[in-house]
C-alpha cells in the first residue's frame, strides 16, 4: 500500500506533508505534489498534515480516483524530489475546495 496526492493538490502545493516524511517520497511538479510509491513507507503521517485533505491511502481512492496513481508513479519519476517545506502557490486558499481541477494540472 502507498498513499496517493489527489486532485485536491492541484493549483495548491501546500507542503506541510513534506514536512512530516520522514523518507524522500515527495516530488514537486509546476502546481502539485505527488508521492513516490516505491519511496512510501505507509507511515501514514502525511494525510492528517493536508490543508486540502489532497492525500490518500491507495486503498481508500474512489473509482474516479484510481488514476493518481499511475498518474504519482508517473510524474515522481520526472519531477524533482521536495524535502522541505516551502509557501503554497500564491493562490492556493482559493483553489483549495474546487472541484474538477484534473484539467489545471500542468506537468
Known sequence: MTFV???NCIKCKYTDCVEVCPVDC???GPNMLVIDPDECIDC???EPECPAE?????????????????LNAELSLKWPVIS???DP???????????????????
Open 84 to 86: 522541505e517545506m516551502q
Open 26 to 28: 515527495f516530488h514537486e
Open 44 to 46: 501514514t503521517l502525511c
Open 5 to 7: 496526492v489527489v486532485e
Open 54 to 70: 489532497a492525500i490518500k491511502s491507495e486503498d481508500d481512492l474512489t473509482d474516479d480516483e484510481q488514476h493518481y496513481l499511475e
Open 89 to 107: 502557490l500564491e493562490d492556493a486558499d482559493n483553489w483549495k475546495d474546487k472541484p474538477e481541477k484534473f484539467s489545471q494540472l500542468e506537468r
